[in-house]
């Protein structure tokens, strides 16, 4: 089959293929957003206008390579009525954002915070009945473990926390991915990344982080045509003066020694608690605990979506354009 496709056949299969592996079927707008290159399978570096992607799906469906129904698109052995489950889970996203949003509001007050955006199955959209809300989160630099700190007590003050005693924690916050402002560019790097990135939908940024992290992670533009987030989502928390005020008093009362002094007791404690969880050592996942990043994710979903992917492309003989994870743990 690998032959007979030419390269945006390719990379539109392969598109189709990627979220069936992450269990989510496409639109023919979201294909276009979420396209992976066509440079990536030997094609050239221009991105394809919609009128054009639609002219190969339909080539693709009527061979068979794709399934279609309602307007959406997958690969065959999809192990549920796509449709189905994309409705039900389009009705419990739209029944948790209010809910995030409504306990993301006195987030404004913490300090150190600079940017903060829905990640994960709340920011693809695709959120069960169990699922948490992952949080990515920009800190200022020099501040990283206060940040951590402030957030994870006012979302346990909220009793919005998501704790290692939960097995599922539905309606509560996971702060899985931390960075700074002084290192806005990923350093583990893969199509799982990349397209995690652009999933991103910041909720909170009240001194425009958003772009200078779309422009710190070019790198995103060799694996998803539209690496600068959603064209789609725009979701935030109303602003409030008064919370914005408290943050900034409590970094004004933190930016002395007193501060320094903090930031170095909490990295310390937090650092070697980290250091000391099996969870870190962990095969399959990635923990990462340094001055300009904080990252959990023990048991990394890129695993299993890379493996559904390289199944998929083995499918139509497309071996050779298998994905490297961003360097999980081996154990």
Not at 10 to 26: I, K, N
Not at 223 to 233: D, I, K, P, R
Request: with cysteine; net charge positive.
């Amino acid at each position: 089959m690998l032959w007979a496709m030419e390269s945006l056949e390719r990379s539109v299969y392969a598109t189709v293929a990627y979220y069936s592996a992450l269990r989510w079927p496409l639109s023919l707008a979201e294909v276009t957003e979420r396209l992976i290159p066509p440079l990536r399978f030997d094609g050239g570096a221009m991105a394809p206008l919609m009128g054009e992607v639609a002219s190969v799906l339909d080539g693709l469906l009527a061979s068979g390579i794709l399934v279609t129904a309602d307007g959406l698109l997958w690969t065959p052995g999809f192990p549920s009525n796509p449709v189905r489950m994309r409705v039900a889970r389009h009705a419990a996203c739209a029944q948790a954002w209010p809910q995030m949003l409504r306990s993301a509001w006195w987030f404004q007050m913490v300090p150190y915070v600079r940017m903060l955006a829905a990640s994960g199955s709340l920011a693809l959209g695709n959120t069960g009945p169990q699922s948490d809300w992952d949080m990515f989160v920009i800190a200022q630099a020099g501040r990283l473990y206060t940040a951590r700190a402030c957030l994870l007590l006012s979302a346990a003050l909220l009793g919005r926390l998501r704790t290692k005693r939960h097995r599922v924690a539905p309606g509560k916050f996971c702060f899985n991915h931390y960075i700074t402002t002084g290192g806005l560019s990923i350093r583990h790097r893969s199509i799982f990344v990349a397209h995690a990135l652009a999933w991103l939908v910041p909720v909170y940024d009240p001194e425009g982080y958003t772009p200078r992290l779309w422009q710190a992670n070019q790198w995103t533009g060799d694996f998803v045509a539209h690496s600068g987030g959603s064209l789609f989502e725009r979701r935030s928390v109303r602003r409030s003066r008064m919370l914005g005020a408290v943050r900034r008093l409590v970094e004004l009362a933190l930016s002395t020694i007193v501060g320094d002094a903090l930031e170095y007791v909490l990295r310390r404690w937090q650092q070697g608690r980290i250091r000391r969880d099996p969870a870190t050592r962990a095969a399959g996942g990635r923990v990462v605990a340094d001055d300009r990043e904080l990252e959990f994710h023990p048991r990394s979903f890129e695993v299993t979506a890379l493996a559904r992917y390289r199944v998929a492309l083995a499918r139509v003989g497309m071996e050779r354009y298998a994905e490297h994870d961003s360097g999980l743990t081996r154990g």
